[in-house]
């Protein structure tokens, strides 16, 4: 079992709708919890990065949520546009030795 | 600049030949690994090398190698590869290692074994 559980797998929407993605995640000791977005065939590219202490991030319209008790996180982004159509991968790293294990990510197609 | 550069960006190769990929940084980051990546699938790490010397191989077998010949490059030396070979191939890179270092993706490396 993946210690890193994203939902839903996929997710499509209107353009200019607001959408949620989820991260449940066992991984321990937990160090931190990052969203990247990747666009296909790309690279990712970081989207928020929050540590034990923190329990929400924002950039721009994406907005990330982290409950460590629960072991809980999710990427809200608000009025979508085209080019949001991309995986979101969440990824958790290690306290010890900040080694990451990535979940498996929601491709999500933003329709016009 | 907070670029990962990789090249080629596409690679088609047989089964016999020899082929290398390159990963270039400038931001002075200690740390880079190469990771590969199947279709729909969250990547996988292969290797991670830290000021410039291997210190995670993550079972990969010997038809990958790779090499560090200074702190702003790595490559990923490639011989007698399978079909199940073909995938992205990312290089990242980071600060560091041990704390929570953002990590910096190239564009990747499609390859394709036939």
Redesign the interface.
């Known amino acids: 079992k993946n210690q890193v559980e994203q939902s839903p797998q996929s997710l499509i929407i209107l353009e200019g709708k607001n959408c949620t993605l989820q991260c449940n995640y066992t991984v321990s000791p937990f160090s931190n919890l990052r969203w990247y977005k990747q666009d296909t065939g790309r690279g990712p590219v970081s989207l928020t990065i929050m540590t034990f202490s923190e329990n929400t991030k924002s950039n721009g319209r994406y907005t990330a949520t982290l409950d460590a008790d629960t072991k809980q996180s999710s990427l809200h982004i608000t009025a979508s546009q085209l080019s949001d159509s991309a995986s979101y991968i969440c990824v958790v790293s290690l306290y010890n030795n900040n080694d990451m294990r990535f979940g498996a990510g929601t491709r999500l197609t933003v329709k016009p | 600049d907070t670029e ?1 550069t ?1 090249t080629p960006k596409h690679l088609v190769m047989g089964m016999t030949n020899k082929k290398s990929l390159k990963c270039e940084q400038h931001m002075g980051h200690r740390a880079m690994y190469w990771y590969k990546q199947k279709a ?6 292969m290797f991670v090398y830290s000021y410039e010397k291997l210190s995670i191989n993550e079972s990969v077998p010997s038809r990958f190698s790779p090499e560090c010949p200074n702190s702003s490059l790595l490559n990923l030396h490639l011989h007698a590869l399978q079909p199940e070979d073909s995938a ?1 191939y ?1 290089c ?1 890179s980071s600060q560091g ?12 490396t ?1 390859l394709t074994v036939t």
């Open positions: 990962v990789q729909k699938k969250p990547p996988e790490l992205l990312l990242a290692r041990t704390l929570p270092y953002e990590q910096y993706f190239g564009p990747g499609r």
